[in-house]
């Protein structure tokens, strides 16, 4: 049987924590920055964990 290959994209934007849990960036801080408050960015530049429910989806498409 061959082997299970990861999910690009998947890859490209999911990293694991130490403990096992799934670590991942906010959304809407890549382009049209000018409208957003530099509250609203700051905010959007720290990770922050992935939802439980989205945790299996994500780890079937890593591979884990």
Do not use: N
Not at 7 to 25: E, H, M, P, V
Not at 37 to 59: F, G, M, N
């Amino acid at each position: 049987m061959p082997k299970m290959k990861t999910k690009s994209s998947a890859k490209k934007r999911f990293k694991l924590t130490g403990t096992g849990k799934i670590k991942r960036k906010h959304a809407f801080k890549s382009h049209i920055l000018t409208k957003k408050t530099t509250v609203q960015k700051r905010r959007l530049t720290h990770a922050t964990l992935v939802h439980e429910s989205d945790e299996k989806s994500i780890r079937q498409q890593l591979v884990l």
